[in-house]
C-alpha cells in the first residue's frame, strides 16, 4: 500500500507534478479535493514528484507570514456537527459580572466563552481563511442588555457556531479546536461538570464531578448513586464504549470527562457505561441475590448475546423468549451455559505466531484463548487454548503497544507471544484480574476447609 502525503492547502506557486500510469498531470495551484479526488482515480501506485528549486526562488515563490499572498482552500467538503449554545450564565469573578454561552456538543458541554470571545474567534478566522465568507456575529452594545436581548444574542452566537462548523476544513482548523477547548487557566480544572453515565440496564445516570477527576474518584461517585456495597463495587467498573462490538476499562489515570467530550456521537447521549467486571461464575451467583445487580447481570447477558459475545447457536430462539426482565433468572441459567459467558473478546489483531492473517484473543476464567482468523477478523477454525497454570509471565510493550506472555507446554521451552492491539493495557488489566479472581478461590477454598474442620472438631 503507497503512501501518500497530502497537504491540506496548495500555494498557487507550488511546483508538483503527480504521476498516475503513463500520464502526468500537474497539480500547481489544485486545491485539496481536486489532488484527493485525482490520488483516488491512481489505482493502487500514485508517484508524486517534485520540483526542486533553488533558496532564493523557494524564498519568492512561497509568501512570507506576512505576505497577503492568496491561498487556495476547499471549503466543499461538509459535516454536520450536533453543537449547540442552548443556555447562557451570570458569572461574577474578581468584582466583574459577565455573561459566558455554554456551548455544547450533541448534548456534552464542551466550554463556556463570553460574546468577547465569540468575536475574537470570528476576526481570527477572518484572517486565517480571507476568502471565505463568514456569517456576521450578533452586534456590539455598549450597554447592559435585558434577558430577552441576551436571549437573542444566544441565538445569534448559535447560528454563527452552526454555520462555521459545517465546513470541515475551518471546524478543523485549531482556531476553532482551541476555542471550544476549555481553559484551565481561566475556568479551572477543577470547576464542576456534569458527567452521564450508561448503566448495563441501559438507564442513564447524570452524576456531577471534578473536570480532572479521575476514574476512580468518578467511579465512587457513581457507586455511592447507585447505593453499591463494596462487595458490589468490586464487580463492576467504568468502560468506554469504543465500537457498537467492544468496550475496554478505563484505566485509573485516565479522565472520563476529557472522553466524555472528545467523543460525541449522535447516536448515544454518553460514551462511559458501568460493565461487569468479574470472571468468576462462582462470586457472580454470591452476588445475583441483590436484585439490582441480577438486573445488571441480565442486561449486560442480553448485550453479549445480541453482539455474539455469547455463542447461543441453537439456543437463540429459546434466549429471545425469555429476554424479559421478569425471567431473568431463567434466562442468565440458560446464558451461563453457553459458550462465550463470562469472557471478554478482543477486536482482531495481528501476532507475532502467525504470518498471515490475525488472531481473535478471548480473556475467561478458565483459559486465555487465540483463535485464527484473516486480516479483516473473518473467523478460522485454528483456535489455541492456553491454561491459565501454563502462562508464566506476561508484560506490556508501550512503545510497540503490544502484550507480550510466556507460556510453557510440557517438556517444552517456555516461549513469548507478542500481541499487537491498541487495548494492550486493557488485556494486562483482564490478565491481572483473572490472577486476582483465582486467589479470591484460592482463599474460598481453604475457609471452607477450616470451616468443616471446625464442625468436625465439633
Not at 444574542?153 to 477547548?181: H, N, P
Amino acid at each position: 500500500m503507497p503512501f501518500c502525503f497530502v497537504p491540506q492547502m496548495f500555494h498557487c506557486q507550488s511546483i508538483a507534478t503527480t504521476t498516475n500510469g503513463p500520464n502526468s498531470i500537474n497539480v500547481e495551484g489544485a486545491t485539496h479535493k481536486q489532488v484527493v479526488d485525482l490520488i483516488k482515480s491512481g489505482g493502487d501506485v500514485l508517484t508524486l514528484t517534485v520540483i526542486s528549486v533553488t533558496p532564493k526562488d523557494a524564498a519568492r515563490l512561497e509568501p512570507s507570514e506576512e505576505s497577503t499572498g492568496f491561498s487556495y482552500v476547499d471549503y466543499s467538503e461538509k459535516r454536520s456537527l450536533p453543537i449547540s449554545v442552548p443556555d447562557y450564565n451570570w458569572i461574577d469573578r474578581n468584582g466583574e459580572r459577565f455573561v459566558v454561552f455554554n456551548i455544547y456538543m450533541a448534548g456534552r458541554h464542551l466550554c463556556s466563552r463570553r460574546y468577547r470571545d465569540f468575536a475574537n474567534l470570528h476576526n481570527s478566522l477572518k484572517r486565517e481563511f480571507a476568502d471565505f465568507s463568514f456569517p456576521k456575529l450578533p452586534g456590539k452594545w455598549p450597554f447592559s442588555l435585558s434577558e430577552q436581548q441576551l436571549d437573542t444574542r444566544r441565538r445569534g452566537v448559535e447560528q454563527y457556531m452552526e454555520k462555521v462548523c459545517a465546513i470541515r476544513v475551518i471546524a478543523e482548523s485549531d482556531i476553532v479546536q482551541e476555542f471550544l477547548t476549555d481553559s484551565d487557566e481561566e475556568h479551572g480544572s477543577s470547576a464542576e461538570v456534569d458527567l452521564k453515565v450508561l448503566l448495563p440496564d441501559r438507564n442513564i445516570i447524570t452524576i456531577t464531578i471534578r473536570k480532572n477527576s479521575m476514574t476512580d474518584e468518578v467511579y465512587r461517585i457513581v457507586v455511592e448513586k447507585l447505593d453499591f456495597t463494596n462487595e458490589m463495587a468490586k464487580c463492576f467498573a467504568l468502560f468506554e464504549i469504543v465500537e457498537y462490538n467492544f468496550e475496554r476499562k478505563l484505566q485509573m489515570n485516565e479522565f472520563p470527562h476529557n472522553l466524555y467530550i472528545q467523543n460525541y456521537s449522535t447516536a448515544t447521549s454518553t460514551c462511559i457505561v458501568v460493565r461487569k467486571w468479574l470472571f468468576s461464575l462462582a462470586r457472580e451467583l454470591q452476588l445475583s441475590n441483590d436484585d439490582l445487580v441480577l438486573t445488571y447481570f441480565f442486561w449486560q447477558a442480553v448485550d453479549d448475546a445480541n453482539r455474539g459475545q455469547i455463542k447461543s447457536e441453537d439456543k437463540l430462539y429459546e434466549l429471545k423468549a425469555l429476554q424479559d426482565s421478569s425471567r431473568k433468572s431463567k434466562y442468565l441459567k440458560l446464558a451461563r451455559s453457553l459458550e462465550g459467558y463470562g469472557e471478554i473478546s478482543f477486536p482482531h489483531c495481528a501476532c507475532d505466531s502467525r504470518k498471515d492473517g490475525h488472531v481473535i484473543a478471548t480473556v475467561g476464567i478458565q483459559n486465555f484463548k487465540l483463535q485464527a482468523c484473516k486480516d479483516d477478523g473473518t473467523t478460522e477454525s485454528q483456535v489455541v487454548e492456553f491454561s491459565w497454570d501454563a502462562i508464566n509471565e506476561w508484560e506490556v510493550d508501550d512503545e510497540g503497544m503490544a502484550f507480550c506472555f510466556q507460556y510453557c507446554r510440557p517438556d517444552k521451552k517456555p516461549r513469548w507471544v507478542k500481541i499487537f492491539t491498541p487495548f494492550y493495557a486493557y488485556m494486562l488489566d483482564c490478565f491481572e484480574r483473572i490472577q486476582q479472581e483465582r486467589k479470591w478461590k484460592q482463599i474460598d477454598s481453604e475457609q471452607l476447609i477450616e470451616t468443616d474442620e471446625k464442625v468436625e472438631s465439633v
